[in-house]
């Protein structure tokens, strides 16, 4: 592989792990709203609020979930 190809390959490298990055951070930001939505509509809807509070705390999240099959899937170096 010839340092050009190195160096190409290192920019897509460094390309994705920007982007993934921003992918994660906007996925927090939009589960945030989306979680607060919900507890909000369980209130409107008549559920008491600590009861919607307890609900909307198991809401999914999508980065923990997918942080921790990678972790589990990845073979340990030990």
């Known amino acids: ?3 050009k ?3 190409i390959d290192a920019l897509y490298c460094s390309r994705l792990a920007v982007q993934s990055l921003g992918l994660v951070t906007q996925t927090v930001v939009k ?4 979680k ?3 507890k909000k509509t369980l209130i409107t809807r008549g559920v008491p609020p600590e ?4 609900i909307a705390e198991e809401y999914p999240d999508p980065v923990t ?6 972790k ?3 073979p340990s170096l030990d």
């Open 5 to 7: 190809a190195l160096f």
């Open 1 to 3: 592989m010839g340092a």
């Open 31 to 34: 589960r945030r709203r989306a």
């Open 51 to 54: 009861i919607a509070k307890e």
């Open 65 to 70: 979930m997918i942080f921790s099959l990678i």
């Open 72 to 74: 589990n899937n990845i």
């Open 36 to 38: 607060s939505t919900f």
